[in-house]
């Protein structure tokens, strides 16, 4: 298995521009996770699916939209850019069931600067 | 007000005890979490408990749980130079979205 697998692994943008951040998994993981680290302020939720055609919001939702065709993939879609989404962002699938603990499993993250 | 609470930076000596503390709020907590991130890379899982448990141990690691304080800790026995990292504690419960919440990381350096 290749795990929580994310592209690209750094990305300058220009303000205004779009973008969209891959994040795909082989794991047949039910719930997927996209999350924004800046420093400091830790690790804040932006979108999250728990499963093919449902996702929902998380706490920092604004100018981010997703989608959940498939099972394996998340993809998140910068609208239009602004310096304040530069970030580090990470990528976490896991599975609900087998004993009730759900273990994240995180991609290796994605360097985003927007100038 | 933030969910999870953790102290920013903690440093200790290789060879010496490694404490480092957490704080939540959900008292539905149902699982709790400890995440180490290397720097450059995503987190990787260190270990978790179940809310119904007070402690829980692997190898160097301790992990003690005090639900009437809300109180997490994480001890790393013997802390080596490659345990310098980010350690992150995180909750989650079966009735909210089985996403975990996270704090903002505690940046452990050992020296020598």
């Known amino acids: 298995n290749a795990g929580v697998t994310q592209t690209p692994k750094f990305q300058v943008l220009k303000t205004g521009q779009s973008m969209t951040l891959q994040c795909a998994q082989d794991m047949n993981h039910e719930y997927m996770s996209w999350y924004r680290q800046d420093p400091g302020m830790g690790l804040r939720l932006i979108h999250y699916s728990v499963g093919a055609g449902i996702t929902d919001q998380g706490e920092v939702p604004n100018g981010y939209n997703v989608s959940r065709s498939t099972t394996e993939d998340f993809p998140l879609r910068l609208l239009s850019a602004a310096p304040s989404q530069t970030s580090v962002y990470f990528c976490?699938?896991?599975?609900?069931?087998?004993?009730?603990?759900?273990?994240?499993?995180f991609g290796p993250g994605t360097r985003l600067l927007v100038l | 007000g933030e969910d999870v609470e953790q102290s920013l930076f903690l440093s200790v000596r290789e060879g010496d005890s490694s404490v480092i503390n957490c704080t939540y709020t959900d008292s539905s907590s149902t699982y709790l979490y400890w995440y180490k991130q290397e720097p450059g890379a995503g987190l990787q899982l260190l270990t978790y408990?179940?809310?119904?448990?007070d402690m829980k141990q692997d190898q160097r690691l301790t992990v003690l749980l005090n639900k009437k304080d809300k109180h997490l800790s994480l001890r790393i026995a013997d802390t080596q130079t490659g345990d310098s990292a980010i350690y992150f504690c995180?909750?989650?419960?079966?009735?909210?979205?089985?996403?975990?919440?996270f704090g903002r990381g505690t940046s452990l350096i050992v020296h020598p």
């Open positions: 408990i179940f809310s119904n448990m």
């Open positions: 995180a909750e989650s419960n079966l009735g909210g979205s089985y996403i975990p919440t």
């Open positions: 976490a699938s896991s599975l609900i069931g087998g004993g009730g603990q759900e273990t994240q499993y």
